[in-house]
């Protein structure tokens, strides 16, 4: 088949258009939105392996209080999961959105949820490799560019572009500023570790922040933790008969049978204590998981109030895997929690071998844990070790400089325009920006906030600091769009 140039970011067919509502009852959080597939290159750098090939990238939009062709974009740079997953969690974007008379565009990132450039082929060696930041900013960029001339906004001095994003989305919001300046007027970077990502903090900072969480709950509860950790060793000293009781007063459905697995065990402790800690919100929310209002406060409630250590730190865990309406019977630690290249999980299904190429290559989280400035037995994840399990599971080496390199490492004034948001309770915080850096470059910290809670919607349970943030975030996006839309902006040039 002579391959068609597609130059231009093509809109496909429309799927599901969700009917509703006139905009005077309308919830920000029933905000409507059309689902519609863009055609972008399967490789946009090498023009030689797959020429013009293309694949479907999953867009969701709203122009739900559009001031057509003139209003603002807001554009959430989709991060490593289906792209409705953080629809849902941006609460904030779709009220601001309203205010502003803004497009809502949720771009969904290349390897993820439904924009799988190989189809289920995705993820064999041989297709893997086109996964990376860039490539999936170079699909932002293109979408934007395509967007403006359809949209009726060649304009410079109209729809300007706002980037928002939560955790990797937030250090892509920010990128896409860095790199993308004529089409990108200001980002939001909730939770962004940027300098984490680039190695440049130090090693032991995650997990102690996790175990402060806790402490902050309860000054009794990281001890209880270490001491439950304590029991489980001396159990396993004892040999099967050990490894069968841990397995029992945890209510595993298949008994642990040696040291390997009784660390995939820590892990899945781990795992579930660093999801409480991020997604410590103070109301229910079903983000990663179904959880209750608070969930570190529940977690400690488990683990001080049971007399049996094991069973209380079972149960605590047990608030992420079985979720507030859960029905598992007992737990299958291999089927709940992937070890990857991400001591801090990569989640489960495909979206956890994308996120753990991603962990194997550019992005690098060499997190570990101490048993001293943390709450867990010592993992020393060295970047050596990184290195053998990439080699062993995608055949790749990763290049722990690259994302420093490539980012700017620590040198980021010459970029504007950005909005580092960080909760004091988010074991992410320190590895983001945490100072002013200039008048355009704002740290904003909210006290009592976990990951990005700044994104997610008005909620009545909201602490004072957040909402004082959202006000702060909305007065710098609106002198953005104000200057961009009174000065000549040098917008994209399209053909
Ligand atoms: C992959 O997709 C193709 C085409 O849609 C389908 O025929 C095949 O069964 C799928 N394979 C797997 C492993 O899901
Ligand atoms: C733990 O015990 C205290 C005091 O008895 C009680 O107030 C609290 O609700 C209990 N927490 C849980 C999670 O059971
Ligand atoms: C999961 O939660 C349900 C409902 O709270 C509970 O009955 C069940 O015992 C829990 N499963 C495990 C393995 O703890
Ligand atoms: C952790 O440290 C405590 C002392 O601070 C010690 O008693 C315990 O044995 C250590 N636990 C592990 C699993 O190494
Ligand atoms: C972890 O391993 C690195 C590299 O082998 C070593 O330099 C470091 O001292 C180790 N840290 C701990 C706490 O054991
Ligand atoms: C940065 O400046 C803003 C005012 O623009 C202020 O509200 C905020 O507290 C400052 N951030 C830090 C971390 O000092």
């Given amino acids: 088949m002579a391959a068609r140039v597609i130059l231009y970011v093509l ?8 009917v509703c509502c006139s905009s ?107 996964l990376s930041v860039e490539q999936a900013m170079a699909d932002y960029a293109r979408l934007m560019t395509g967007m403006r001339t359809q949209l009726g906004c060649e304009s410079p ?15 892509l919001s920010a990128y896409m500023r860095f790199k993308y300046p004529n089409l990108v007027t200001g980002a939001l970077a909730a939770s962004a570790p940027i300098y984490l990502v680039a190695g440049l903090t130090e090693e032991h900072q995650f997990f102690q922040d996790v175990t402060e969480d806790f402490r902050k709950s309860d000054a009794h509860c990281p001890l209880k933790v270490q001491s439950a950790f304590v029991q489980m060793d001396e159990l396993a000293a004892e040999g099967q008969q050990g490894l069968k009781e841990i ?26 204590f660093t999801t409480l800690a991020m997604l410590d919100y103070p109301y229910r929310t079903a983000f990663e998981a179904k959880l209750p209002a ?21 149960q605590a865990a047990g608030l992420v895997y079985n979720g507030t309406d859960g029905t598992l019977e007992c737990f299958d630690i291999f089927q709940e929690f992937i070890a990857c290249a991400d001591p801090t999980g990569c989640g489960l299904g495909d979206d956890s071998t994308a996120w753990d190429y991603q962990a194997c290559t550019e992005v690098t989280l060499l997190e570990s844990t101490n048993n001293v400035t943390d709450m867990f ?4 994840y060295t970047a050596e070790a990184r290195a053998e399990y990439c080699r062993d599971t995608f055949g790749v080496t990763p290049r722990p400089d690259w994302m420093g390199i490539q980012f700017w490492g620590k040198n980021i004034l010459s970029s504007s325009n950005i909005i580092f948001s ?4 988010d074991p992410w915080r320190r590895g983001g920006v945490l100072t002013n850096l200039s008048s355009s470059l ?12 700044d994104l997610r919607g008005t909620n009545p349970a909201d602490p004072a600091s957040v909402t004082q943030a959202r006000q702060q975030e909305e007065a710098l996006i609106g002198q953005w769009i104000s200057q961009a839309t009174n000065q000549v902006w040098e917008g994209p040039t399209t053909k």
């Fill in 422 to 425: 960080n909760g004091d309770l």
């Fill in 24 to 130: 005077a009852t309308l919830k920000p959080a029933d905000t409507p939105y059309k689902v519609q597939y863009v055609e972008q290159y399967v490789d946009n750098f090498n023009f030689v392996s797959y020429g013009q090939r293309t694949y479907k990238q999953r867009v969701l939009v709203s122009d739900t209080y559009w001031e057509k062709s003139k209003g603002p974009i807001f554009f959430y740079t989709g991060n490593e999961g289906p792209i409705t997953a953080f629809w849902e969690a941006s609460g904030f974007v779709k009220e601001l959105a309203a205010k502003f008379k803004a497009l809502l565009v949720f771009a969904e990132h290349r390897y993820y949820g439904e924009s799988l450039p190989f189809g289920n082929r995705s993820f064999t060696g041989e297709n893997i490799g086109l």
């Fill in 442 to 453: 704002v740290a904003i910290t909210i006290e009592g906030g976990a990951h990005h809670l």
């Fill in 157 to 171: 001095d109209v729809c300007p572009i706002i980037t928002f994003g939560g955790s990797y989305g937030g250090m």
């Fill in 11 to 18: 809109f496909v067919v429309a799927l599901i258009t969700v």
């Fill in 377 to 380: 037995p010592p993992h020393n």
């Fill in 294 to 314: 608070n969930p570190v406060n529940v977690a400690c409630g488990l683990i001080l109030n049971s007399s049996d250590l094991l069973k209380g730190l079972s």
């Fill in 247 to 272: 397995s029992d007063r945890f209510r595993l459905c298949s008994p642990l049978t040696d040291r390997q697995d009784l660390s995939h065990l820590y892990g899945w402790v781990r795992n579930s």
